[in-house]
């Protein structure tokens, strides 16, 4: 063994998970490979593959400290992680090992990468750590450039986070988090995003480590069809939208309420710059008030952060009020058009703005 190839100085505290369906020969040498790098413990799940790759498996568990599980029939890459996860846990190992490295079976990912995940997690401890392949390439097959960049960019448009990517199956989790990951939704390939979303809501640290962009015979052997993969996975990041957009809605409608009764009731006959003035503070008051109630309630993002996220909330609010107050006054002084329907016009395009904000800033978590 060279230089090169000398055993990673933290493979001996990961386990390596591969799901498998219908794997080629070379997974053999690939985990042959990765133990000789070092990583002695390897569970590799048999997600319902056919006969013939019967042989396959039987080497594999004939290799020492070599785990292999069974579904008996086709469950999904998700279902199969987590029934890797799950013996991870029964077996007590996450009082030995600090971490798993989830690796695909197809050969998309380097030995050499496997044992660099290894180190970002051990420089990350608290992180899911992503390996992310350049999609720019010329070799990337066009299917798989357009997955990525449908679901990182409603990924970045929703959740406020640009991840290059998203449908990296090279991903490593520390042991804390084992447990949390077998809770997450999904069984197939819609697992894997659903798992980011939720370690957004979460406040889980993520990071983003390069890695080699390794494709065989244009990704034939890969089990991911672009529409009927791709359409689970965009409703995931699509349902975790209801409770922002429901306390959205909810606190709009209180905001507006509370402007038309300063505006037509409590200070009628009173100039336009004081009465416009006051039923903005008392809207943005009411709303921002009612929001932050509802995210708390919902859980929109991460709770872990809500004292820093208060002071930046309000920050915010106090923001869209001074904005939306210059264009009511601005707008209505201009007009002589009722202030409660320039306000509400003012305040859909500043939600939009908002929007783009609160992800982003709001409620940040650490990188």
């Known amino acids: 063994m060279n230089s090169a190839e000398a055993a990673s100085p933290h493979s001996a505290s990961s386990i390596i998970i591969i799901p498998a369906l219908e794997p080629a020969q070379a997974l053999v040498k690939y985990v042959h490979d990765l133990r000789a790098r070092g990583f002695s413990q390897i569970v ?71 044992c660099s995940m290894a180190r970002a997690s051990h420089e990350h401890p608290d992180a899911y750590v992503l390996g992310i392949r350049d999609f720019n390439q010329e070799i990337v097959p066009a299917r798989s450039r357009f997955g990525n960049r449908l679901t990182s960019g409603a990924f970045h448009l929703f959740y406020g986070r640009y991840l290059r990517d998203t449908q990296t199956g090279l991903r ?44 065989f015979d244009r990704n034939a052997g890969t089990h991911y069809r672009t529409l009927r993969d791709s359409w689970p996975i965009f409703k995931v990041l699509i349902s975790h939208l209801g409770a922002y957009a429901l306390a959205g809605a909810i606190s709009s409608v209180l905001a507006l309420a509370a402007f038309a009764w300063v505006d037509l009731a409590w200070l009628k006959g009173v100039g336009d710059a004081a009465r416009i003035l006051a039923a903005c503070v008392v809207s943005a008051w009411t709303g921002s008030l009612a929001r932050l109630l509802l995210h708390w309630l919902f859980r929109v993002r991460t709770e872990r952060n809500m004292t820093d996220a208060t002071v930046k909330f309000y920050l915010l609010a106090a923001g869209q009020m001074l904005a939306s107050y210059l264009v009511v006054l601005a707008v209505h002084s201009v007009t002589g058009w009722t202030a409660v329907w320039i306000k509400l016009v003012a305040d859909v395009a500043l939600a939009i703005v908002g929007y783009q904000i609160h992800p982003r800033w709001l409620f940040r978590t650490h990188r």
């Not at 594999?60 to 070599?66: G, K, S």
């Not at 292999?68 to 029939?73: I, K």
């Not at 992680?81 to 989830?102: D, E, S």
């Not at 520390?174 to 999904?186: D, I, K, M, Y």
């Open 172 to 215: 490593a989790l520390p042991a804390s988090l084992w447990r949390w990951a077998t809770e997450v939704a999904g069984d197939r390939f819609e697992y894997e995003t659903n798992c980011l979303v939720q370690a957004m809501k979460r406040g889980i640290p993520m990071a983003e480590m390069p890695i080699q962009t390794l494709y």
């Open 44 to 114: 590799v799940v048999d997600d319902g593959s056919s006969p013939a790759c019967a042989g396959i498996f039987a080497a594999l568990a004939e290799l020492r400290d070599c785990v292999v599980l069974r579904h008996e029939v086709n469950r999904g890459k998700g279902a199969a992680l987590k029934t890797a996860l799950r013996h991870c846990l029964q077996q007590g190992w996450q009082q030995v090992y600090r971490r798993v490295i989830m690796v695909d079976a197809d050969g998309q990912h380097a030995v050499e990468d496997v």
